[in-house]
Protein backbone atom coordinates (compact mmCIF):
# COMPACT_ATOMS: atom_id res chain seq x y z
CA UNK A 1 0.00 0.00 0.00
CA UNK A 2 1.02 3.86 -0.18
CA UNK A 3 -0.50 6.88 0.48
CA UNK A 4 -2.80 8.83 -2.29
CA UNK A 5 -4.31 11.69 -1.67
CA UNK A 6 -6.72 14.13 -4.19
CA UNK A 7 -7.30 16.86 -1.80
CA UNK A 8 -7.55 17.45 1.44
CA UNK A 9 -10.25 18.29 2.39
CA UNK A 10 -12.06 16.03 0.28
CA UNK A 11 -15.84 17.56 -0.54
CA UNK A 12 -17.38 14.94 1.89
CA UNK A 13 -14.96 15.56 4.95
CA UNK A 14 -15.65 18.90 4.37
CA UNK A 15 -19.25 18.92 4.48
CA UNK A 16 -19.63 16.67 7.64
CA UNK A 17 -16.21 18.90 9.64
CA UNK A 18 -18.95 21.79 8.48
CA UNK A 19 -22.01 20.18 9.89
CA UNK A 20 -20.11 19.13 13.26
CA UNK A 21 -18.32 22.21 13.76
CA UNK A 22 -22.09 23.53 14.10
CA UNK A 23 -22.72 20.77 17.22
CA UNK A 24 -19.87 19.70 18.45
CA UNK A 25 -19.57 21.35 21.91
CA UNK A 26 -15.78 20.59 22.59
CA UNK A 27 -14.37 22.13 19.05
CA UNK A 28 -10.60 21.49 18.84
CA UNK A 29 -9.48 21.98 15.07
CA UNK A 30 -9.55 18.62 14.14
CA UNK A 31 -7.99 17.33 11.14
CA UNK A 32 -9.56 17.93 8.44
CA UNK A 33 -10.59 14.52 6.86
CA UNK A 34 -12.79 12.26 8.15
CA UNK A 35 -12.44 8.68 9.82
CA UNK A 36 -13.09 5.85 7.58
CA UNK A 37 -11.08 2.65 8.57
CA UNK A 38 -7.69 1.41 7.56
CA UNK A 39 -4.86 -1.09 6.77
CA UNK A 40 -1.53 -1.23 8.51
CA UNK A 41 0.13 1.67 8.94
CA UNK A 42 -2.63 3.36 6.28
CA UNK A 43 -5.50 5.37 7.31
CA UNK A 44 -8.67 6.23 4.75
CA UNK A 45 -10.88 8.91 4.70
CA UNK A 46 -14.21 8.99 3.22
CA UNK A 47 -13.70 10.70 0.36
CA UNK A 48 -11.05 8.49 -0.48
CA UNK A 49 -7.77 9.55 0.60
CA UNK A 50 -5.27 7.37 2.21
CA UNK A 51 -2.33 8.69 4.39
CA UNK A 52 0.58 7.00 5.98
CA UNK A 53 -0.37 7.40 9.67
CA UNK A 54 2.94 8.64 11.95
CA UNK A 55 0.04 10.29 14.78
CA UNK A 56 -0.96 6.48 15.63
CA UNK A 57 -4.40 8.40 16.39
CA UNK A 58 -2.30 10.02 19.08
CA UNK A 59 -0.20 7.42 20.28
CA UNK A 60 -3.72 5.39 20.58
CA UNK A 61 -3.45 2.49 17.47
CA UNK A 62 -0.32 0.72 18.66
CA UNK A 63 -1.21 -1.78 15.87
CA UNK A 64 -2.39 0.16 13.49
CA UNK A 65 -5.86 -0.21 11.31
CA UNK A 66 -7.58 -4.06 10.60
CA UNK A 67 -4.95 -6.07 12.47
CA UNK A 68 -6.17 -9.95 12.42
CA UNK A 69 -5.35 -9.90 16.78
CA UNK A 70 -8.18 -7.00 16.87
CA UNK A 71 -10.37 -8.04 14.34
CA UNK A 72 -10.32 -11.49 16.07
CA UNK A 73 -11.35 -9.45 19.43
CA UNK A 74 -14.50 -7.53 17.77
CA UNK A 75 -15.62 -10.84 16.45
CA UNK A 76 -15.65 -12.67 19.95
CA UNK A 77 -18.28 -9.82 20.42
CA UNK A 78 -20.24 -8.91 17.23
CA UNK A 79 -23.05 -10.71 19.79
CA UNK A 80 -22.52 -9.78 23.21
CA UNK A 81 -23.41 -7.15 25.15
CA UNK A 82 -20.04 -5.10 25.36
CA UNK A 83 -20.21 -2.03 28.06
CA UNK A 84 -21.09 -3.28 31.57
CA UNK A 85 -20.95 -1.52 35.04
CA UNK A 86 -17.64 -3.44 34.85
CA UNK A 87 -16.70 -2.40 38.43
CA UNK A 88 -19.65 -3.80 40.46
CA UNK A 89 -20.77 -6.92 37.85
CA UNK A 90 -17.26 -8.12 37.09
CA UNK A 91 -16.81 -9.40 33.97
CA UNK A 92 -13.28 -11.50 33.30
CA UNK A 93 -11.77 -9.62 30.76
CA UNK A 94 -11.36 -7.17 34.00
CA UNK A 95 -9.40 -9.50 35.57
CA UNK A 96 -7.68 -10.60 32.74
CA UNK A 97 -6.49 -7.45 31.49
CA UNK A 98 -5.15 -6.02 35.31
CA UNK A 99 -2.94 -9.02 34.86
CA UNK A 100 -2.16 -8.77 31.91
CA UNK A 101 -1.02 -5.35 32.78
CA UNK A 102 1.14 -6.19 35.70
CA UNK A 103 2.80 -9.26 34.33
CA UNK A 104 4.81 -6.52 32.20
CA UNK A 105 4.90 -4.66 34.80
CA UNK A 106 7.45 -5.96 37.82
CA UNK A 107 7.31 -4.64 40.96
CA UNK A 108 3.80 -3.38 41.09
CA UNK A 109 0.77 -5.99 42.08
CA UNK A 110 -2.19 -4.00 41.40
CA UNK A 111 -3.97 -1.67 39.14
CA UNK A 112 -7.27 0.53 38.75
CA UNK A 113 -9.06 0.60 35.55
CA UNK A 114 -11.09 3.78 34.09
CA UNK A 115 -11.93 5.37 30.74
CA UNK A 116 -8.99 7.56 29.88
CA UNK A 117 -5.62 9.24 30.68
CA UNK A 118 -7.05 12.04 32.70
CA UNK A 119 -9.02 9.35 34.95
CA UNK A 120 -6.04 7.20 35.31
CA UNK A 121 -4.17 10.45 36.27
CA UNK A 122 -6.93 11.59 38.54
CA UNK A 123 -6.87 8.69 40.57
CA UNK A 124 -3.35 8.71 40.58
CA UNK A 125 -3.36 12.16 42.37
CA UNK A 126 -6.42 11.04 44.39
CA UNK A 127 -4.14 7.84 45.86
CA UNK A 128 -1.05 9.81 46.28
CA UNK A 129 -2.93 12.54 48.44
CA UNK A 130 -4.50 9.97 50.65
CA UNK A 131 -1.22 8.31 51.27
CA UNK A 132 1.01 11.00 52.01
CA UNK A 133 -1.42 14.11 53.16
CA UNK A 134 0.35 17.13 52.28
CA UNK A 135 -1.41 20.46 51.03
CA UNK A 136 0.11 21.00 47.46
CA UNK A 137 1.99 18.83 44.46
CA UNK A 138 3.82 19.51 41.78
CA UNK A 139 4.49 18.86 38.03
CA UNK A 140 6.84 20.32 35.42
CA UNK A 141 6.86 23.07 32.71
CA UNK A 142 4.98 22.20 29.32
CA UNK A 143 3.39 19.14 31.32
CA UNK A 144 0.10 17.73 30.14
CA UNK A 145 -1.96 15.04 32.02
CA UNK A 146 -5.01 15.57 31.37
CA UNK A 147 -8.61 18.15 30.87
CA UNK A 148 -10.47 16.89 33.97
CA UNK A 149 -9.96 19.59 36.98
CA UNK A 150 -7.24 17.53 39.06
CA UNK A 151 -4.96 16.79 36.25
CA UNK A 152 -5.15 20.09 34.62
CA UNK A 153 -4.17 21.54 37.69
CA UNK A 154 -0.78 19.82 37.00
CA UNK A 155 -0.97 20.76 33.04
CA UNK A 156 1.10 23.42 32.12
CA UNK A 157 1.12 22.93 28.26
CA UNK A 158 -1.10 25.50 26.53
CA UNK A 159 -3.30 28.21 28.51
CA UNK A 160 -6.49 27.68 26.86
CA UNK A 161 -6.72 24.62 27.99
CA UNK A 162 -6.45 26.01 31.78
CA UNK A 163 -7.69 29.50 31.62
CA UNK A 164 -10.98 30.35 32.91
CA UNK A 165 -10.69 27.03 35.40
CA UNK A 166 -10.36 26.07 38.86
CA UNK A 167 -7.01 24.70 40.03
CA UNK A 168 -5.15 22.74 43.08
CA UNK A 169 -2.58 23.68 44.99
CA UNK A 170 0.60 22.95 42.29
CA UNK A 171 3.81 24.25 42.15
CA UNK A 172 6.10 23.82 39.34
CA UNK A 173 9.77 22.89 38.18
CA UNK A 174 11.47 22.93 35.17
CA UNK A 175 12.06 20.00 33.05
CA UNK A 176 15.62 20.20 32.76
CA UNK A 177 18.99 18.70 35.13
CA UNK A 178 18.03 21.39 37.49
CA UNK A 179 15.19 19.79 38.33
CA UNK A 180 16.15 17.87 41.25
CA UNK A 181 17.93 20.27 43.36
CA UNK A 182 14.99 22.43 42.32
CA UNK A 183 12.71 20.45 44.09
CA UNK A 184 15.08 20.12 47.63
CA UNK A 185 14.59 23.62 47.32
CA UNK A 186 10.62 24.20 47.00
CA UNK A 187 10.28 21.55 49.31
CA UNK A 188 12.35 23.79 52.22
CA UNK A 189 10.64 27.19 50.41
CA UNK A 190 7.01 25.15 50.98
CA UNK A 191 7.24 24.24 54.52
CA UNK A 192 8.79 20.79 54.75
CA UNK A 193 8.48 17.46 53.32
CA UNK A 194 5.06 17.04 55.24
CA UNK A 195 3.27 19.61 52.23
CA UNK A 196 4.29 17.97 49.45
CA UNK A 197 1.60 15.16 48.45
CA UNK A 198 3.20 13.76 45.27
CA UNK A 199 5.52 14.60 42.34
CA UNK A 200 4.26 13.59 38.63
CA UNK A 201 6.12 13.82 35.62
CA UNK A 202 6.19 12.61 32.30
CA UNK A 203 9.56 10.66 31.42
CA UNK A 204 9.19 11.84 28.14
CA UNK A 205 6.82 15.08 27.79
CA UNK A 206 4.07 13.86 24.96
CA UNK A 207 1.67 17.43 24.45
CA UNK A 208 4.55 19.35 25.75
CA UNK A 209 7.03 18.94 22.55
CA UNK A 210 8.54 15.10 22.78
CA UNK A 211 11.10 16.55 25.29
CA UNK A 212 12.90 13.77 26.97
CA UNK A 213 14.17 13.66 30.35
CA UNK A 214 17.49 12.99 30.79
CA UNK A 215 18.94 9.94 33.03
CA UNK A 216 20.17 12.92 35.63
CA UNK A 217 17.10 14.33 35.81
CA UNK A 218 15.02 11.34 36.17
CA UNK A 219 17.04 9.70 38.60
CA UNK A 220 17.73 12.35 40.61
CA UNK A 221 13.92 13.36 41.06
CA UNK A 222 13.38 9.91 42.07
CA UNK A 223 16.18 10.11 44.94
CA UNK A 224 15.07 13.33 46.41
CA UNK A 225 10.93 12.19 46.61
CA UNK A 226 12.06 8.60 48.06
CA UNK A 227 14.68 10.43 50.49
CA UNK A 228 11.52 12.76 51.43
CA UNK A 229 8.62 10.31 51.73
CA UNK A 230 7.02 11.63 48.46
CA UNK A 231 5.16 9.60 46.05
CA UNK A 232 6.22 9.74 42.94
CA UNK A 233 3.23 9.80 39.72
CA UNK A 234 5.11 9.14 36.40
CA UNK A 235 2.94 9.57 33.71
CA UNK A 236 2.70 7.26 31.13
CA UNK A 237 -0.56 7.44 29.26
CA UNK A 238 1.54 8.38 25.98
CA UNK A 239 5.24 7.03 26.44
CA UNK A 240 4.01 3.62 27.69
CA UNK A 241 2.78 0.33 26.76
CA UNK A 242 6.11 -0.19 24.30
CA UNK A 243 6.30 2.66 22.35
CA UNK A 244 9.43 3.40 23.39
CA UNK A 245 11.00 0.39 23.06
CA UNK A 246 10.57 -0.69 26.61
CA UNK A 247 6.81 -1.88 27.75
CA UNK A 248 7.15 1.57 30.33
CA UNK A 249 9.57 4.46 29.70
CA UNK A 250 10.34 4.99 33.24
CA UNK A 251 12.05 1.66 32.56
CA UNK A 252 14.99 3.65 30.56
CA UNK A 253 16.20 5.10 33.16
CA UNK A 254 16.27 2.41 36.10
CA UNK A 255 14.06 3.78 38.19
CA UNK A 256 10.56 2.59 40.00
CA UNK A 257 8.25 5.09 40.37
CA UNK A 258 5.34 4.50 43.19
CA UNK A 259 2.32 5.02 40.81
CA UNK A 260 2.13 4.63 37.37
CA UNK A 261 -0.48 5.54 35.17
CA UNK A 262 -1.25 4.33 31.11
CA UNK A 263 -4.42 4.38 28.42
CA UNK A 264 -3.67 5.38 24.93
CA UNK A 265 -2.45 2.25 23.62
CA UNK A 266 -3.92 0.41 26.37
CA UNK A 267 -7.70 1.65 25.04
CA UNK A 268 -8.63 2.19 28.66
CA UNK A 269 -7.01 4.12 31.52
CA UNK A 270 -5.24 2.28 34.27
CA UNK A 271 -3.76 3.46 37.67
CA UNK A 272 -0.98 1.35 38.77
CA UNK A 273 1.13 1.03 42.08
CA UNK A 274 1.24 -1.77 44.94
CA UNK A 275 -1.85 -2.78 46.63
CA UNK A 276 -0.93 -1.08 49.90
CA UNK A 277 -1.02 2.20 48.06
CA UNK A 278 -4.50 2.42 47.18
CA UNK A 279 -7.14 2.97 49.52
CA UNK A 280 -8.12 0.05 52.02
CA UNK A 281 -11.83 1.09 52.07
CA UNK A 282 -14.36 -0.07 49.43
CA UNK A 283 -15.92 2.37 47.00
CA UNK A 284 -12.88 4.75 47.92
CA UNK A 285 -12.53 5.08 44.30
CA UNK A 286 -14.88 3.37 41.77
CA UNK A 287 -16.08 4.06 38.06
CA UNK A 288 -19.49 2.69 37.01
CA UNK A 289 -17.75 1.66 33.18
CA UNK A 290 -14.76 0.78 35.50
CA UNK A 291 -12.35 0.42 32.32
CA UNK A 292 -14.96 0.68 29.54
CA UNK A 293 -16.39 -2.02 27.58
CA UNK A 294 -15.74 -5.16 27.40
CA UNK A 295 -14.27 -4.70 23.36
CA UNK A 296 -11.86 -2.19 25.15
CA UNK A 297 -11.01 -4.89 27.93
CA UNK A 298 -10.00 -7.37 25.58
CA UNK A 299 -8.29 -4.93 23.41
CA UNK A 300 -5.96 -4.27 25.82
CA UNK A 301 -5.24 -7.27 26.84
CA UNK A 302 -4.66 -8.41 22.63
CA UNK A 303 -2.04 -5.56 22.38
CA UNK A 304 -0.39 -6.64 25.56
CA UNK A 305 -0.03 -10.65 23.71
CA UNK A 306 0.50 -9.31 20.29
CA UNK A 307 3.30 -7.21 21.07
CA UNK A 308 5.04 -9.97 22.91
CA UNK A 309 4.39 -12.68 20.39
CA UNK A 310 5.57 -10.25 17.46
CA UNK A 311 8.56 -8.53 19.32
CA UNK A 312 7.34 -5.48 18.52
CA UNK A 313 9.16 -4.18 21.99
CA UNK A 314 12.24 -4.52 19.71
CA UNK A 315 10.68 -3.13 15.99
CA UNK A 316 9.79 0.24 18.17
CA UNK A 317 14.17 0.04 19.04
CA UNK A 318 14.92 -0.65 15.63
CA UNK A 319 12.36 1.46 13.94
CA UNK A 320 13.02 4.48 16.45
CA UNK A 321 16.91 4.27 15.50
CA UNK A 322 16.08 3.92 11.68
CA UNK A 323 13.54 6.88 12.15
CA UNK A 324 15.80 9.06 13.80
CA UNK A 325 18.96 8.04 11.49
CA UNK A 326 16.49 9.12 8.39
CA UNK A 327 15.88 12.25 10.10
CA UNK A 328 19.26 13.27 11.14
CA UNK A 329 20.18 12.94 6.99
CA UNK A 330 16.74 14.94 6.27
CA UNK A 331 18.30 17.79 8.61
CA UNK A 332 21.16 17.44 6.78
CA UNK A 333 19.84 18.40 3.91
CA UNK A 334 17.28 21.05 4.53
CA UNK A 335 18.24 23.22 7.59
CA UNK A 336 14.71 24.23 8.75
CA UNK A 337 14.64 20.34 10.26
CA UNK A 338 15.97 21.32 13.58
CA UNK A 339 16.73 19.15 17.04
CA UNK A 340 16.06 15.05 15.71
CA UNK A 341 15.68 13.58 18.46
CA UNK A 342 13.74 10.14 19.95
CA UNK A 343 13.31 6.92 22.34
CA UNK A 344 11.83 4.28 20.45
CA UNK A 345 9.38 5.51 18.30
CA UNK A 346 8.51 8.67 20.15
CA UNK A 347 10.15 10.79 17.74
CA UNK A 348 9.90 14.52 17.19
CA UNK A 349 12.05 17.56 15.76
CA UNK A 350 11.64 21.53 15.75
CA UNK A 351 10.69 23.70 12.86
CA UNK A 352 11.81 27.50 13.28
CA UNK A 353 8.47 28.57 14.77
CA UNK A 354 4.64 27.54 15.37
CA UNK A 355 4.06 29.28 12.15
CA UNK A 356 6.50 27.19 10.04
CA UNK A 357 4.69 24.39 12.26
CA UNK A 358 2.20 24.30 11.70
CA UNK A 359 2.07 25.04 7.73
CA UNK A 360 4.28 21.99 7.41
CA UNK A 361 1.70 19.80 8.94
CA UNK A 362 -0.86 21.10 6.61
CA UNK A 363 1.35 20.69 3.64
CA UNK A 364 2.68 17.10 4.66
CA UNK A 365 -0.98 16.28 5.14
CA UNK A 366 -2.27 17.34 1.41
CA UNK A 367 1.09 14.86 0.54
CA UNK A 368 -0.22 11.84 2.15
CA UNK A 369 1.60 12.13 5.56
CA UNK A 370 -0.48 12.28 9.36
CA UNK A 371 2.16 13.95 11.20
CA UNK A 372 1.15 16.23 14.14
CA UNK A 373 2.46 18.69 16.15
CA UNK A 374 3.33 18.85 19.63
CA UNK A 375 4.73 21.90 22.13
CA UNK A 376 5.53 25.32 20.50
CA UNK A 377 6.97 24.51 17.58
CA UNK A 378 8.01 20.77 17.06
CA UNK A 379 6.81 17.65 14.63
CA UNK A 380 6.21 14.52 16.05
CA UNK A 381 6.33 10.94 14.35
CA UNK A 382 4.76 8.16 16.40
CA UNK A 383 4.13 5.60 13.74
CA UNK A 384 1.92 2.28 14.60
CA UNK A 385 4.69 -0.47 16.60
CA UNK A 386 4.40 -2.57 13.59
CA UNK A 387 5.88 -0.02 10.76
CA UNK A 388 8.46 -0.91 8.67
CA UNK A 389 11.35 0.47 7.02
CA UNK A 390 10.12 0.91 3.61
CA UNK A 391 7.52 2.65 5.29
CA UNK A 392 9.52 4.84 7.09
CA UNK A 393 11.16 5.89 3.69
CA UNK A 394 7.71 6.50 2.16
CA UNK A 395 7.37 9.21 4.82
CA UNK A 396 10.99 10.61 4.56
CA UNK A 397 10.36 10.66 1.03
CA UNK A 398 6.80 13.09 1.61
CA UNK A 399 8.57 14.82 4.45
CA UNK A 400 11.36 15.81 1.57
CA UNK A 401 9.06 16.94 -0.79
CA UNK A 402 6.90 18.69 1.10
CA UNK A 403 10.50 20.74 2.47
CA UNK A 404 11.36 20.89 -0.86
CA UNK A 405 7.99 22.35 -2.35
CA UNK A 406 7.31 24.94 0.80
CA UNK A 407 8.16 28.28 0.35
CA UNK A 408 9.83 29.25 4.03
CA UNK A 409 10.34 32.78 4.12
CA UNK A 410 6.36 33.14 2.41
CA UNK A 411 5.12 29.89 5.22
CA UNK A 412 2.20 32.01 7.10
CA UNK A 413 0.57 30.39 9.80
CA UNK A 414 -3.20 29.84 10.53
CA UNK A 415 -4.52 28.12 12.93
CA UNK A 416 -4.44 24.24 12.16
CA UNK A 417 -5.11 20.65 13.45
CA UNK A 418 -1.44 20.83 14.38
CA UNK A 419 -2.26 23.38 17.05
CA UNK A 420 -5.10 21.45 19.17
CA UNK A 421 -4.44 17.84 18.39
CA UNK A 422 -3.65 15.94 21.57
N1 LIG B 1 -1.40 12.16 30.22
C1 LIG B 1 -0.65 12.27 29.10
C2 LIG B 1 0.84 12.18 29.20
C3 LIG B 1 -1.27 12.47 27.86
O1 LIG B 1 -0.52 12.60 26.75
C4 LIG B 1 -2.69 12.55 27.80
C5 LIG B 1 -3.36 12.80 26.53
O2 LIG B 1 -2.76 13.19 25.56
C6 LIG B 1 -3.41 12.42 29.00
C7 LIG B 1 -2.74 12.23 30.18
C8 LIG B 1 -4.90 12.49 28.99
O3 LIG B 1 -5.44 11.39 28.35
P1 LIG B 1 -6.94 11.42 27.80
O4 LIG B 1 -6.95 12.36 26.65
O5 LIG B 1 -7.22 9.99 27.42
O6 LIG B 1 -7.80 11.88 28.93
Not at 91 to 104: F, R
Request: net charge positive; aromatic share 8%; proline share 5%.
Amino acid sequence: MRAKVTKVPGPKSRKMLERLKQVNGGWALPLPMAYAGGEGCYMRDIDGNVFLDFASQIASSPLGYNHPAMNAVLKRYQHAPVKIAGQDFTPSEHLELIESILKISPGFNAAFLTNSGAEAVENALKISMRKKRGIYGASFERAFHGRTLGALSYTNSKIVQKAGYWTFPAQRLPFDDSAPAKLEDMIKREGGKENLSFVIIEPVQGEGGYRIASKAMMRGIRKVTADNGIPLIIDEVQSGLGRTGEWWAFEHYGIKPDVFTSAKALQVGATVADKKFFPEEPAAISSTWGGGSLIDLAMGATIIDTIRRDKLLLNCQRMGAYLLKRLHELAGKHREVLNPRGLGLMVAFDLADKKARDHFAEALLCNGLIAIGAGQNSMRLLPPYLVSEEEIDEAIGIMDRTLAEIEWGAAHGKPSHAEHAI
